[in-house]
């Protein structure tokens, strides 16, 4: 691998569009309604975003909640796997030059060699070589991940750290530590999906957040953020970017037998968050 190649999320950050610039992160399922239709929405959609985050389909995905757990079952009933996951990202980004982050679980990562360090190296050099610029592991903490936090130095993959409302000092201090890329904030408890309000202890955790940061790492808030009030009002409160995932798989399961409608819902209403986070 190159050594002074630039990794994408980095150059997002750091390049002409200035760090003020707030930043507009969508989520889609690998394979959600199906593998052709998922490649033509992210193309559909790149435009108007700034980052895409791509989950890879698993079969228990605790992280999330209903609706993302249905955008698994049918990317499963579509015939997906991380092998073909992995391929659409790949032929994706022949197509764009914008950062790729996916998320995933710790086991995907560890199958297909005799030992975990083995895998591990596998399966980021899969990464890499499909475009992949970031991944958030869903069930990694950060007291188990050195082994990752290796393989990534190795392949210039920054492993995204999610931070909660109740994560300590003591641990945000750990993260921010080896945190790269950005710090991806869980804007309240639970699971992933669409919330109607913005509560106050999400406005206080981006507060606290950026203290401790102090500018070096951005902060993308994601988890229940559903409309364009809802980003305009999260960055406001001093955040970088907002990330949405169920509020936009939603549109797919609307539409799941109209994909024109399904593709032009998608673009209008991320173009309106977009729009929302603007300055």
Not at 25 to 41: Q, S
Not at 201 to 218: A, H, M, V
Request: charge should be neutral; aromatic fraction near 6%; glycine fraction near 6%.
């Amino acid at each position: 691998m190159n050594k002074k190649e630039k990794n994408r999320i980095l150059e997002l950050f750091n390049g002409k569009q200035g760090p003020k610039e707030k930043k507009f992160m969508p989520f889609l399922v690998a394979g959600d309604p199906n593998i052709e239709e998922f490649k033509r929405l992210v193309l559909a959609i790149e435009p108007h975003v700034d980052i895409l985050e791509i989950g890879i389909p698993f079969s228990d995905p605790i992280a999330d909640g209903p609706t993302i757990q249905e955008a698994n079952v049918r990317a499963f009933n579509a015939g997906i796997n991380t092998k073909l996951a992995l391929d659409a990202i790949k032929e994706i980004r022949t197509q764009i030059k914008k950062p790729i982050v996916i998320l995933t679980y710790y086991n995907i990562l560890i199958q297909g060699a005799d030992t975990i360090e083995t895998s591990l190296d596998k399966t980021f050099k899969n990464l890499k070589e499909s475009g992949v610029d970031g991944i958030v592991i869903g069930d990694l903490p950060i007291e188990e991940a050195d082994l990752t936090l290796k393989v990534c130095e190795k392949y210039n993959i920054y492993l995204i750290f999610l931070i909660a409302p109740s994560t300590t000092e003591d641990r945000l201090t750990k993260i921010l530590k080896e945190a790269k890329g950005f710090i991806y904030l869980i804007s309240l408890m639970g699971v992933t999906g669409a919330r109607d309000t913005v509560a106050q202890i999400t406005k206080d955790t981006i507060k606290r957040i950026k203290r401790k940061t102090n500018e070096i790492l951005p902060v993308l808030v994601g988890f229940g953020i559903s409309q364009p009030e809802h980003a305009k009002t999260i960055v406001e409160a001093g955040a970088d970017g907002v990330i949405i995932g169920s509020a936009i798989v939603n549109i797919i399961k609307a539409n799941l037998n109209d994909y024109s409608k399904m593709e032009t819902e998608m673009v209008e209403f991320v173009s309106r968050i977009k729009d929302a986070i603007k300055r």
